[in-house]
């Protein structure tokens, strides 16, 4: 890794923690270089503006986090758990995705998410082309279920309840019952 | 109405939009002042701060909103399809909760949040044990996943697609989906 290539990794990261604390305008570009060691000229230099750093973030976090875990359309509730064993261990994926939601809607501005959703909302179609299970719903309606309801229990979700009232649930418990709910509702 | 109780009232509006537009730490009191047509201090006099405002205002349009929603432990597919209505006439609900969850974690500081859910929990589990359907789960996981896929298609929701991909289906046809979801998770 030439030494830009390795400045631009600690700022990629550093943003991604700021961000997913503080969201896109609570977030300050001088704490990020302070963080990543680094010169808070460059970060501009690198990503133009506080905004592209977030789009930077989100893409590399968000987008190519979840797509890293593989999906699997012959087996959503295998792919439910993972997508929760996933967020489990990456708490900031969830919270970055929910600032963007908030902060800046619908904006897509690399495709990448847009393109992340087609791929599986495709194979999914094929799958209930041929009689997979699911098929009372379309693909869109059956991966929304499935992403709902693998991420019921994650702390950024506006329904979630406060963890007082549920931490009788082991992480077990929660996972088994949610592989089980994908099940009821194929 | 006495003028105090209608400038409080014009208040609470002013910082419902506000708060579910830029959260809390982005939202200014001086632009709640001047929509409100109230004088600054007052503000400071009826609520103490800003955090505390955003808790008056959670308590009125969140807790106070969805609660609003008749329970129906023994039609939970109906209650799924009820929220989902009440959502889409009211975005800034969800907005304002998913604000909190980002920024304020898991403080529920007048307990109305906690007192909601455990009510429905209660009632959740007295149709269990009458052998109502959905004794799979628990009732903490059973609402869990109801409200999720309540809000499947929720804006704010972190996993939800970009209007783009899911333009497709129309209000109608998310809500007979949602209700079918939850019928078959029972």
Request: glycine content about 4%; some cysteine; proline content about 5%.
């Amino acid at each position: 890794m030439s030494r830009a290539d390795a400045t631009k990794a600690r700022i990629l990261q550093a943003a991604a923690d700021e961000f997913a604390t503080y969201g896109i305008a609570g977030a300050r570009v001088d704490r990020i270089a302070k963080t990543a060691a680094a010169n808070k000229n460059l970060i501009y230099v690198y990503f133009c503006s506080k905004e592209q750093l977030f789009d930077a973030v989100l893409d590399a976090h968000v987008t190519h986090g979840l797509d890293s875990v593989p999906f699997t359309p012959d087996d959503l509730p295998e792919y439910a758990g993972r997508i929760f064993d996933y967020c489990q261990q990456h708490p900031e994926v969830i919270r970055l995705a929910t600032w963007h939601r908030l902060e800046r809607a619908d904006q897509d501005p690399t495709g990448t998410l847009r393109t992340a959703h087609e791929t599986k909302l495709k194979a999914l179609a094929a799958v209930q082309k041929q009689g997979g299970p699911g098929s009372d719903f379309s693909p869109t309606a059956l991966l929304s279920f499935v992403l709902s309801i693998a991420l019921a229990w994650n702390p950024t979700n506006a329904t979630s309840m406060p963890t007082s009232v549920t931490e009788t649930e082991s992480t077990d418990a929660r996972r088994r019952a949610i592989v089980e709910a994908v099940r009821h509702l194929l």
